[in-house]
């Protein structure tokens, strides 16, 4: 059996993390599984003991298993991109858990670790990544999506607030986006923002926001690119213009379903290179993790990180 490597958030999910963990420990312990476990403490942490398991692990592939939500997975990947014998798998114990959405792993987290110890016996997928690059060529990988506009101001607003905690109590911490989202609708400044597609520019005045990805989820099961895949070596771009605020509420309800593509003020794109613009810097987000402003371009990376998981669409 492949080294396995548990990175658990005890914060995620306003501390229930703590509780799943206690329950997988227990499976893991009664099957007499062998394990490593590490506990994340601040932000960054779980980048940083990626990159300790890497230093330490001589084995020729090991399974690095992150318990937590979207943020402490986009740490993990950003640790342990380029190391090819490190393979991932996630149980979600965030509020968001976008990652078990689009990589179809069981949401339940005793099911998903059930569909981990299955998947140790068959070859890793290989699933694509994308890549930001600021003006001064700092490199931020992410595996569900970025983005540039209101998203990113909602994801900031969410990552700092303390009705996330309380929505997560009551086990609604998934709506915190929906919250911050009609806060910020009749206050949030729109821009021109002009991007380049693989070469083919591109200008939309009155901006909402610019999402760029890897796969269909965000935001807590939004939508936002039904067609968007992690296995065909493109990223899928979509814009939103030209609309109004009181329509923005309209349309959004219909991203739960993937039905707000339809409307004429919502553009999409595939593309592999992605240049982001604006006059003035906008806030921008990877993986729901506040990241640089614009200007930014994005990367594909074709088939760069081994993941255990059953989800399907590969080409």
């Known amino acids: ?123 890793s997928l290989l699933i694509d990544l994308g890549l930001i690059k600021n003006k001064d060529e700092k490199e931020i990988y992410f595996v569900n999506n970025m983005g540039v506009g209101l998203d990113a101001h909602i994801a900031r607003k969410v990552n700092l607030s303390k009705i996330k905690k309380v929505l997560n109590r009551i086990s609604l911490g998934k709506l915190v986006y929906v919250y911050f989202l009609l806060k910020s609708v009749f206050t949030y400044q729109r821009s021109s923002i002009e991007i380049m597609v693989d070469g083919e520019r591109y200008t939309f005045d009155s901006t909402w926001f610019v999402t760029v990805s890897n796969q269909p989820f965000y935001g807590g099961g939004m939508k936002i690119s039904p067609n968007a895949s992690p296995f065909d070596g493109h990223l899928n771009i979509t814009v939103v213009h030209n609309l109004s605020r009181l329509k923005l509420l309209f349309v959004f309800i219909t991203v739960f379903w993937g039905g707000h593509v339809a409307f004429k003020e919502v553009e999409t794109f595939t593309g592999s290179e992605i240049r982001i613009f604006s006059t003035d810097p906008i806030q921008a987000h990877a993986d729901g993790e506040g990241i640089d402003s614009t200007p930014l371009t994005t990367i594909t990376c074709r088939r760069s990180l081994p993941i255990l998981s059953k989800a399907s669409g590969q080409e």
């Not at 509780?19 to 403490?41: G, P, Q, V």
């Not at 950003?78 to 490190?86: D, M, P, R, S, Y």
Request: charged share 25%.
């Open 1 to 123: 059996m492949k080294n396995l490597y548990f990175i658990i958030n005890p914060q995620a999910k306003n501390g229930r993390c703590q509780k799943i963990w206690r329950k997988l420990e227990k499976i893991l312990n009664d099957k007499d599984i062998s394990y490593e476990a590490f506990f994340t403490a601040y932000h960054g942490h779980g980048k940083e003991i990626v990159r300790f398991i890497s230093r330490k692990e001589t084995a020729k592939e090991i399974v690095i298993v992150v318990v937590g939500g979207d943020g402490t997975m986009h740490e993990a990947v950003n640790g342990a991109v380029g190391n090819k014998q490190i393979h991932f798998a996630y149980i979600p114990g965030g509020s968001g858990n976008d990652f078990s959405r689009g990589f179809g792993i069981p949401r339940n987290p005793v099911a998903a670790l059930n569909h981990l110890l299955e998947q140790l016996k068959e070859e």
